[in-house]
């Protein structure tokens, strides 16, 4: 079964050929990053108007790598929502479009399920991976723990209260004139810095399955405004940094332990583009492997948004339900999309 994977959400613009839903094709992402540097985050209309020039040069390449052709495939899913509204109505018109024209069924496919299913599609963890499983999804708009009982059959177990991991990372180094996304400069620029130098409050500790990250931001915001007011204290930039990223990284991990504790799991799940982040991923591995729990991390690609956890996600659905209207061609986007709403 051969499965074209849209994906427009926020601001790549992805998709991927998949067989059988985990084989990969081919999978091409087109990022943005370069126009959205320049503002320090994504601008939601130059999103969607990107998405526009970018969304057939990037199917055209797919199926060129793919060697398939639009008549060779069998289905056509494409992401829904969660995400920003202009970015999804490229991507779910441009589905439509195929999907009408070549008489392929349609799958709308949630976001957050992409990420969830992320596992199966890296041959490395499909290969070892069954269900259930606990997963943490942590990108820039998404922070949350959920138990995977099967697909189509989820349980929140907690999410974030306010910004999301990445946010956090991105809005510190926004403020210390750092190029977005921030993240990947938090990291690199904290590398061989003292965490311990500077004490920054590790969020919601001990209350909860839930997280919540703007207090974190807010009192790195502060101290970073003394440190530069503070001529006498040089050399804080690499500290400042390494203690974000533990704050971060406490916050998650401990969290995660929590959630797999709670609900007996005996996997773990970490998806979505902090998922890339490589103190993370070595404090998961780290605290999993004392506790015997395994670990599933997708490679880093297959981590951030992209059309092959979309073309996953669909197969998966119209497997389990291939007579449920996945051919309706009145969906529409939600910009606020429940996990498990099938509507």
């Known amino acids: ?22 084989r990969i094709r081919s999978s091409v992402i087109h990022s943005q990053i370069p126009i959205h540097a320049r503002y320090g985050g994504v601008v939601p209309e130059l999103a969607s108007r990107n998405h526009i020039m970018a969304i057939l040069p990037v199917l055209q ?6 060697g398939v052709s639009l008549s060779d495939l069998d289905l056509v899913a494409v992401t829904r929502g969660p995400g920003l509204v202009g970015s999804l109505l490229v991507g779910l018109e441009t589905a439509k479009m195929l999907a009408y024209i070549h008489n392929l069924p349609l799958v709308g496919v949630n976001h957050i399920e992409g990420h969830l299913l992320s596992p199966f599609v890296d041959p490395d963890c499909a290969k070892r991976l069954d269900f259930p499983y606990v997963a943490l999804v942590v990108s820039g708009g998404h922070t949350a723990l959920i138990q995977v009982h099967q697909v ?5 177990l907690g999410r974030t209260l306010d910004d999301a991991a990445g946010e956090a990372f991105d809005k510190v180094a926004k403020r210390l004139g750092a190029p977005y996304p ?65 704050a971060v990284v406490e916050s998650l991990v401990s969290k995660a332990m929590s959630a797999v504790a709670q609900v007996a799991a005996t996997r773990l799940v ?4 902090v998922a890339c982040n490589s103190g993370l991923r070595a404090a998961i591995l780290r605290e999993c492997g004392q506790k015997g729990i395994e670990v599933f991390i997708p490679r880093r690609d ?19 339900n291939p007579e449920s209207g996945f ?17």
């Open 61 to 66: 390449k797919t199926l060129e790598e793919s």
């Open 1 to 22: 079964m051969l499965t074209l994977g849209i994906e427009t959400s926020c601001d790549e613009t992805a998709a991927s050929v998949v067989e059988d839903g985990s």
């Open 270 to 273: 970490v998806a979505g583009g």
């Open 152 to 156: 189509g059959k989820y349980t929140l």
């Open 182 to 246: 921030g993240g990947p400069y938090i990291e690199q620029c904290g590398q061989g810095g003292d965490p311990g130098r500077y004490h920054l409050p590790i969020p919601m500790a001990g209350k909860g399955l839930d997280f919540s990250f703007s207090g974190l931001k807010t009192a790195a915001a502060l101290l970073i405004g003394r440190l530069e007011a503070d001529q006498s204290d040089r050399g804080w930039l690499s500290d400042l940094c390494a203690a974000v990223q533990r």
């Open 327 to 343: 051919t309706q061609f009145s969906m529409d986007v939600e910009a606020a999309f429940p996990l498990g709403d099938t509507r």
């Open 302 to 320: 297959l981590c951030t948004d992209n059309g092959a956890m979309t073309a996953c996600a669909g197969t998966f659905a119209f497997r389990r």
